[in-house]
């Protein structure tokens, strides 16, 4: 065809990159495609180089494939409750565990103070607010990261030693992975409130409804979580900020046990109507089951598998399974939400808690697809929901072969984020997430969505380049 | 625009009735779109006469308008459980109820002989199921419908004088409507089964189970059901062939309650059992709640809103709110399902029960939008599902006010079925449905899709184009 020719047909063009030529071409009338393109790693060489080398690495794809195998066969199972002293790996008397990457006291958002505080209070280590923020400070409590300690916690979450946690075991490897129980709405722990309604519940959750979930899971238990989730999937659920389904279903699996547990029965009473008015019940076991899950695709030399996503509230961090402990940062982002009333974005403390590591294995946002309903709750539309899903296929190993999704013709939601796919499509992890209150023990003020940092991945793909290269 | 200017265009075509017309446009590749269409009522002139009059009639659309108001603000609450004969108008000792239209005992199906010999057994009446039969032909039992009695029952639906039922009031208008209660699945009387099995399990349902939940409700109750139902379809149910979301809430709200009414702990041990283990146990709360809706909006002179579609296995039955008690009745069809292993087509009966009341208000069926995941159970895709739910709003006078569809936008669902809108679509209502093995006692043997007659629909226009003449 001659360019005579082709000028002489109508025009149909795709326009990659730049929108003001779309635009130009628009403003002609001749029917345009946009496709949004920039070069991957916002045009750092040095990061290109080292994910051009990545992208061609036959020992990166080996490594992942094992990596990818291992996070799809994972047989998350709910065991039991124990305290966290009990159970948890290297927990110790005086310490403290907390959400996202590691912090230092003088560092920590207003929400994470508090939580700090009120676990102080809660073990008895300081009987006045300022007595325990002087002890917090001083250093004579260890604080480290849930992630340290095969641990989650939603929100500020902070896991005291003598807190009852969910035991998850992930049947196929063996490992375990722990998360303590949800409080509710309203003022709690996890978004740093520590008055007397705070401990006096924390003291409950300690004396009667661990014990009772304990006795209900030796009588009713173990469950099994990988179906439990895909069940919850199939009810609207994409289980981290919206558990309705999944905190149904393990409300009507344990109740029946309760009941033979021969428990009090004014405390069964108890129990059960706790857990049936949190609809976040089921939350802290499914962070605890994706753990479990992650864990054991975690610390594959050469792998480009992200095995967390975590924030803090100042800092947002990934892990990667061929970096083994190491950290990458990034400031923690600012969320797009829906704010209660009386709230808005001027009162939000950035992205915090251990709860993305739903959307690490492929829940949350990745799963959004399944929970149309959501968009009421994080802003959007159901069409959004389903885009979203799709979208986090560009940036992913795979389909989890366990969690499908009924609006995508039962397709796997995506599952398994590569670093190099994040940085070279530039697509960046999409997280469906509650917002705290930047002051501690306001609370829950909305919800919504953020993106997780894109400094996080350049840095771990040259990391991971560097490693490889040693 | 001259014939030539038209021609000289690209044209594109819409075209309307004969698929061939379609075929020989596309054969010469224009762009084509064939919007099915056949003349109302089969082109039979006598109801085409007659739906044209109700068209046009300003006294239907009057009376109509009353009727969907009557039913969009309905307020069904779930009061309590009693015996049938304390609490079900005009029942009486020698009585027994059944699904769908009326029907003589030597007329009726497999599966509804059984249940009526089962409840026969199960009241005490005879001693041996040859003995019941012969007293059920004898006529010395009274069979009638359960919607002459403001009742509905799954399946056979056969409620006798003991057994306990559902109290729903529609605190809107004070009407009440009942339904017995879900044995769970395997042999049960809804089936037709009448084994000591089944019979023990009646007995328990009346001295235990009902019991338990009067308490419950008592205690815990009332229990309002349009905020249930519709948070229900934000949880992947339909409330007729999916109730697990919503027997899981109603599960969740009864527990406590039950355990606060200080009954003997091994018996509230083994109800919620019960409840736990059967995911339809809501079915039969969500027909009463449906019937209570659209009793409220029947009885209005001139209205061609439906009100109850209903199969005796036989028969498949409409009312219509103008036509006051008539029935309308067309050959009950065949269902086109998924089977369970060992079972085919062959093993079917006809289709059966008085759960078509959910399609009737507007659920089941209509509301598959909801619903994706049961396309795995009664057939087809997660598309099609959303595609019915679409095409009802055809043939209803509107969408609930009360009930949203996520995956339509949160639109509400096609509700209140215009005979009107059926005959001049041409577009029979949809309906999920469960398929019984057509021998007494089998069982389910599948699930799946079926179309109203439209032989009903016709006779009803022709019915009240004739009272309007009156």
Redesign the interface.
């Known amino acids: 065809m001659s360019v005579q020719q082709l000028f002489e047909q109508q025009l149909s063009v795709v326009n990659v990159g730049l929108p003001s030529f779309a635009q130009a071409i628009q403003e002609v009338k001749t029917p345009v495609v946009h496709l949004e393109w920039s070069p991957p790693a916002q045009g750092d060489p040095a990061v290109g180089m080292h994910l051009a080398e990545l992208l061609v690495s036959e020992r990166v794809d080996a490594a992942n494939e094992e990596a990818i195998d291992r996070l799809y066969e994972g047989q998350p199972v709910l065991l039991g409750v124990a305290r966290a002293l009990e159970v948890i790996p290297e927990m110790a008397e005086r310490m403290l565990l907390h959400a996202g990457p590691p912090i230092a006291w003088g560092e920590m958002c207003g929400p994470m103070q508090g939580a700090i505080t009120g676990a102080i209070l809660f073990e008895g280590w300081a009987s006045s607010a300022d007595e325990a923020r002087r002890l917090a400070a001083s250093g004579a409590v260890r604080l480290e990261p849930n992630h340290h300690h095969s641990a989650v916690g939603p929100m500020a979450g902070v896991i005291s030693p003598s807190m009852p946690v969910w035991i998850v075991e992930n049947q196929a490897y063996g490992n375990r992975a722990y998360s303590n129980m949800n409080e509710g709405l309203g003022k709690v722990l996890r978004f740093g409130a520590y008055d007397e309604e705070v401990l006096s519940r924390l003291r409950w959750m300690r004396d009667v409804l661990g014990p009772a979930m304990a006795r209900a899971l030796e009588g009713g238990g173990p469950v099994e979580l990988r179906p439990l989730i895909a069940?919850a999937l199939?009810?609207?659920?994409e289980v981290h900020n919206r558990n309705?389904?999944a905190s149904?279903?393990l409300?009507?699996?344990l109740?029946?046990a309760l009941?033979?547990s021969g428990m009090d029965?004014d405390d069964?009473?108890a129990v059960?109507?706790f857990?049936?008015g949190n609809d976040h019940f089921f939350l802290n076991v499914s962070m605890a089951s994706s753990k479990s899950m992650l864990d054991a695709a975690h610390g594959i030399p050469g792998s480009s598998l992200v095995t967390a996503m975590a924030r803090n509230g100042v800092d947002f961090g990934i892990r990667v399974s061929g970096l083994g402990n190491e950290w990458l940062t990034a400031p923690a982002p600012d969320i797009e939400g829906l704010y209660f009333p009386g709230f808005s974005a001027a009162d939000a403390n950035p992205d915090l808690g251990d709860s993305s590591i739903a959307e690490t294995v492929g829940l949350g946002g990745f799963a959004m697809a399944a929970a149309?309903?959501i968009?009421?709750f994080v802003g959007g539309?159901?069409?959004d929901a389903v885009a979203y899903s799709r979208e986090m296929r560009q940036i992913t190993l795979g389909a989890s072969p366990a969690f499908t999704l009924?609006?995508l013709?039962?397709g796997g939601t995506a599952s398994g984020i590569d670093i190099r796919l994040v940085v070279d499509t530039g697509v960046a992890p999409i997280i469906n997430t509650g917002i705290a209150h930047r002051k501690a023990g306001v609370g829950q003020v909305g919800a919504g969505l953020v993106r997780a940092p894109m400094a996080c991945f350049e840095r771990a793909v040259t990391r991971l380049a560097e490693k490889l290269a040693e």
Chains 1, 2 share one sequence.
Not at 234 to 237: E, I, L, N, P, R
């Open positions: 069940q199939h009810m609207g659920d309705v389904a149904g279903l409300f009507r699996r109740a029946p009941l033979r029965s069964e009473a059960l109507e857990m049936a149309p309903a968009v009421q539309s159901p069409q009924p609006a013709s039962f």
